[in-house]
Nanobody, 125 residues
């Protein structure tokens, strides 16, 4: 599966952005999907994950209550709605897909075989 992330940009603290990740290639609904982020010089960090049907979502504590992950299997796309953005949310965001990850491992980067190219989010203070 090929992934294309978009929607990043520059926003003031307290503002919002919606990231999108369009998938192509294979049956989208066969994949658990996730968002990770990575700042320069740091390890990639789990942000949110969503089950194949969209009924189960998981969030990092740092974004819980501010970010919402969703998916539309009809158009092979996942979204990350980000509200109340903070300067520390500034980094590159990546979408990822896995056909094998189990629910207890959705936060684990190595469980995802497919990655998008990343989209930069910059939050100014």
């Amino acid at each position: 599966v090929q992934l294309q992330a978009s929607g990043g940009g520059l926003v003031q603290a307290g503002g919002s952005l919606r990231l999108s990740c369009a998938a192509s290639g294979r049956t989208f609904r066969d994949y658990r999907m996730a968002w990770f982020r990575q700042a320069p010089g740091k390890e990639r960090e789990f942000v949110a994950a969503i089950s194949r049907s969209g009924g189960i979502t998981t969030y990092a504590d740092s974004v819980k209550g501010r970010f919402t992950i969703s998916r539309d299997n009809a158009v092979n796309t996942i979204y990350l709605q980000m509200l109340s953005l903070k300067p520390e949310d500034t980094t590159v965001y990546y979408c990822a897909a896995s056909s094998v990850v189990i629910s207890s491992q959705v936060r684990v980067e190595s469980q995802y075989a497919y990655w998008g190219q990343g989209t930069l989010v910059t939050v100014s203070s």
